[in-house]
Nanobody
Framework: QVQLVESGGGLVQPGGSLRLSCAAS????????MNWYRQAPGKERALVAR????????TYANSVKGRFTISRDNAKNTVYLQMNSLKPEDTAVYYC?????????WGQGTQVTVSS
């Protein structure tokens, strides 16, 4: 069955970097668009970045453009989110998402806290 498992979150100071990973199983990641969402306390879940299956085109939320990079390793069936120049407002639970065979799949989430 489809599973998404995130890792790599943690506590980081403003200006620091983290790399999130999302290991996928049960489907071939390169054939589907993969998304990273985040949800901050008291706010709705919001799309952060997307990478398409065919061609690997990427799109980003305006708030993270130039700081975050989404990528994938097809051999490892894993998608990444490299986050640089982190700000306190990036603090949230980050979720990996895929729409496979007409169903929406989510990982368990990983907490990212940006604080001094």
């Amino acid at each position: 069955q489809v599973q998404l498992v995130e890792s790599g979150g943690g506590l980081v100071q403003p200006g620091g970097s983290l790399r999130l990973s999302c290991a996928a199983s049960g489907f071939t990641l390169s054939s589907y668009s993969m998304n990273w969402y985040r949800q901050a306390p008291g706010k709705e879940r919001a799309l952060v970045a997307r990478i398409t299956g065919a061609g690997g085109s990427t799109t980003y939320a305006n708030s993270v453009k130039g700081r975050f990079t989404i990528s994938r390793d097809n051999a490892k069936n894993t998608v990444y989110l490299q986050m640089n120049s982190l700000k306190p407002e990036d603090t949230a639970v980050y979720y990996c998402n895929a729409y496979v065979a007409r169903l929406d799949y989510w990982g368990q989430g990983t907490q990212v806290t940006v604080s001094s």
